[in-house]
């Protein structure tokens, strides 16, 4: 079991870090995650997780268990700029945008306009969701070619609507909108065992989900100033964005229980 109420100094598994204008900032009895003064040149990320180490990237988690978190954020849905959110992915990207393995994450995770990661139709592109997405086991070296013929394939006229149902079935994702204010202290829990997942917000169920991945994933909390599309039409692409304004992403504390 983890648990961390951030009181002073967190605790010493979690590695943290923060690139550009971003900072992680510790108060009497949480942490915060900030960007300020960002531009759509630089990346900025506020981040702690536990998977980055000395020895490398090590993936700690698998299921069954439970993951409790308390949060707000400074800005409601919409004007809380670029992406945020705590949770379990396996780090598929690198900072220059390529893919070392097939995406995989079960999270409270947040976008912003113009974000547009519509993988669990009709629920919209962006927003402040509850989400699981499991694609497999496809290594980076074959992910990178194979996504970029999926994405020329579901572009012609014809085969891609023939494609799409497929792409549908071969990315397992299920995710809701959060009917909730980001900017009120909030409980998020979320339960992923290998033969399904359930999400709670202050104890009410908001999302079940049949085939979450199964694993290894590590801990994430962050913000950051990035967009992302992509789409089961072949849509991909990734940019950056301004935070004239100081906002946040707070937790207050977090805990991790194996089942």
């Not at 990315?171 to 829990?189: N, Q, R």
């Amino acid at each position: 079991m983890v648990e961390d109420h951030f009181e002073g100094q967190s605790q010493p598994r979690w590695a943290r870090f923060a690139l550009g204008a971003a900072a992680v900032e510790h108060d009497v009895s949480s942490v915060r995650f900030v960007v300020a003064g960002a531009t759509q040149d630089v990346y900025a990320d506020a981040q702690l997780d536990d998977y980055h180490g000395r020895s490398g990237t090590h993936l700690p988690w698998r299921p069954p268990l439970r993951l409790s978190v308390r949060a707000r954020a400074s800005h409601p849905a919409g004007k809380l700029i670029g992406t945020a959110g705590f949770g379990f992915w396996n780090d598929p990207f690198t900072l220059s945008g390529g893919v070392l393995r097939s995406p995989n994450a079960i999270w409270f995770f947040y976008a912003s306009p113009p974000s547009n990661m519509a993988l669990a139709p009709p629920v919209p592109g962006w927003g402040w969701k509850a989400a699981a997405l499991n694609s497999g086991t496809t290594p980076g070296l074959l992910m990178a070619p194979a996504a970029a013929v999926g994405t020329l394939l579901l572009r012609l006229p014809g085969i891609g609507r023939w494609l799409q149902p497929l792409a549908r079935a071969a990315i397992k994702a299920g995710e809701c909108i959060l009917d909730v204010e980001l900017t009120d202290w909030h409980t998020y829990m979320l339960e992923w065992r290998r033969e399904g997942a359930t999400f709670w917000v202050d104890e009410a169920v908001v999302l079940r989900v049949a085939q979450p991945p199964t694993g290894p994933l590590g801990f994430v909390a962050w913000l950051d100033n990035q967009y992302a599309v992509a789409t089961l039409e072949g849509d991909f692409a990734f940019g950056l964005l301004p935070v004239p304004q100081r906002q946040w992403l707070e937790l207050d504390f977090v805990r991790i229980k194996e089942l």
